[in-house]
């Protein structure tokens, strides 16, 4: 039986990344249930597609030409289920409405991720942190799909920016195991984090987040505010000057900007014995 999916074709990628930089892609897909996920898998499979999956594209550089790859964006499967201390949440939840069921069902443990702009399944997929804390620090569970066939897994590794997805698992849903707290006390450390953002972020311009991790004894912002390269614009994009490990593009902006001045920064570091690893994932075709 033939199932309907919702979908864009010939969508602008721009229009789904907040780096707002990107040409085309043949097809984006919105599935809204495991049904329909299963189905997509399994028809792309059986016809050799490549296919990309997508949360909120905020941790993503598009390429300029046309995407071949098919996107599976996961924005619809976004239920939220408390069960007392424990959420269930759709991959495709965003991180704001997780942290409002927080905060409204009194429960505390993820207030760090308040203001980060992912869903869930990008946040999990890449161990998003930030104050000190991690995602999977407060992950119990894991309901995933892999070549088409769905299963939950446990005992779940994780490292830093690197989270328990192995290669091909697509997360459906997270189960998390947080705390009863106080829901005043709740919503003013979500605010506070908020502020901290605000104030040392380039927060609202349009960006994919920190553009290299950090090292283990090192922090590549900070040298590259040391190596005087805030403020270096290459075509539409440049190295933020509020916050030199963001790199923020404006207009025009294409991926070649944005690698351009990457791969600058990359080299400037190398030449001074240090390996940057990049954060944000780059789409090529
Ligand atoms: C202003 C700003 C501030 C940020 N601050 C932080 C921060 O403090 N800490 C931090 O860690 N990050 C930060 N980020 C980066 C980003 O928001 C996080 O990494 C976020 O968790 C990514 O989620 P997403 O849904 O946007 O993922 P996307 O960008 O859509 O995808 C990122 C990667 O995850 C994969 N993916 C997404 N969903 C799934 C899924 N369901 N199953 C399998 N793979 C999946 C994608 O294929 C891709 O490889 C920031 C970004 C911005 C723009």
């Known amino acids: 039986m033939k199932i309907k999916i919702k979908k864009v074709k010939n969508a602008d990628l721009k229009n789904y990344c907040s780096f707002k930089i990107g040409g085309r892609a043949k097809c984006i897909y919105f599935p809204e249930n495991i049904g329909q ?101 407060h992950l119990f569970e894991i309901v995933v799909c892999k070549d088409g066939e769905i299963y939950s897994r446990q005992n779940l590794k994780f490292r830093y920016r690197k989270g328990p997805l192995e290669k091909g698992e697509i997360l459906l849903f997270a189960k998390f ?45 900070k040298l ?16 933020s000057k509020k916050h030199a490990g963001f790199i923020v593009s404006a207009g025009k902006a294409r991926q070649s900007d944005a690698l351009a001045l990457i791969e600058l920064i990359e080299w400037v570091a190398k030449a001074k014995g240090y390996i940057f690893e990049r954060e944000i994932v780059v789409v090529t075709n």
């Not at 050799?48 to 499967?77: A, H, M, Q, R, S």
């Not at 069902?105 to 992912?118: A, D, Q, R, W």
């Not at 590259?224 to 190295?239: A, F, V, Y």
């Open 37 to 137: 996920i299963k189905y997509l898998i399994n028809a792309l499979k059986n016809k050799n597609k490549e296919y990309l999956i997508l949360g909120n594209g905020t941790n993503i550089l598009f390429p300029d030409k046309k995407l071949k790859k098919i996107i599976i964006c996961l924005k619809k499967l976004n239920e939220i289920q408390i069960n007392g201390e424990e959420i269930v949440c759709g991959a495709g939840a965003n991180l704001f409405n997780l942290n409002s069921a927080c905060a409204q069902n009194s429960l505390e443990g993820l207030e760090f991720t308040y203001g980060l702009p992912g869903s869930v399944g990008g946040a999990v997929a890449m161990n998003a942190g930030a104050f000190g804390d991690e995602i999977c620090n």
């Open 177 to 221: 195991k947080l705390k009863k707290g106080e829901k005043q006390k709740i919503i003013q450390l979500q605010h506070d984090f908020l502020q901290k953002r605000r104030d040392t972020q380039p927060y609202g311009e349009c960006s994919a987040g920190s553009v290299f991790k950090r090292g283990e004894n090192f922090i590549p912002a």
């Open 224 to 239: 590259i505010d040391e190596w005087g390269l805030k403020g270096l614009k290459i075509g539409g994009c440049e190295i």
